[in-house]
């Protein structure tokens, strides 16, 4: 499975983005997808993840109320939208996907991996 991540940009605090991420090479519909980010300095930490369906999305605190995951597995693509940003939302985001919803906020547990998109929230 091939992940390729796009939408990242140069916004304003308070501003909005939409991420996506495509998935190619494999049956999509069946894994666990999940946004991940590293911000200069930091190690790459969680961020959201929804299961195979799409019925069950999980957010890190920092981004729960303003960060939106979702899919469309007929395109085989996960989006997130991100609202009210924030200078500490400044990362490098990087979707993730695997098989199983088990410690889906632990990094190590995914198999696959995008090449990662920027996002600078600039104040």
């Known amino acids: 499975v091939q992940l390729q991540a796009s939408g990242g940009g140069l916004v304003q605090i308070g501003d909005s983005l939409r991420l996506s991420c495509a998935a190619s090479?494999?049956?999509?519909?069946?894994?666990?997808m999940a946004w991940f980010r590293q911000a200069p300095g930091s190690e790459r930490e969680f961020v959201s993840a929804?299961?195979?369906?799409?019925?069950?999305?999980f957010y890190s605190d920092s981004v729960k109320g303003r960060f939106t995951i979702s899919r469309d597995n007929a395109q085989n693509s996960v989006f997130l939208q991100m609202n009210r940003l924030e200078p500490e939302d400044t990362a490098v985001y990087y979707c993730?996907?695997?098989?199983?919803?088990?410690?889906?906020?632990?990094?190590?547990?995914?198999?696959?991996w995008g090449q990662g998109t920027q996002v600078t929230v600039s104040s």
């Open positions: 993730a996907a695997k098989k199983s919803l088990l410690r889906y906020r632990e990094l190590d547990d995914y198999t696959y």
């Open positions: 090479g494999g049956t999509g519909s069946n894994l666990v």
């Open positions: 929804t299961s195979g369906s799409g019925n069950s999305q």
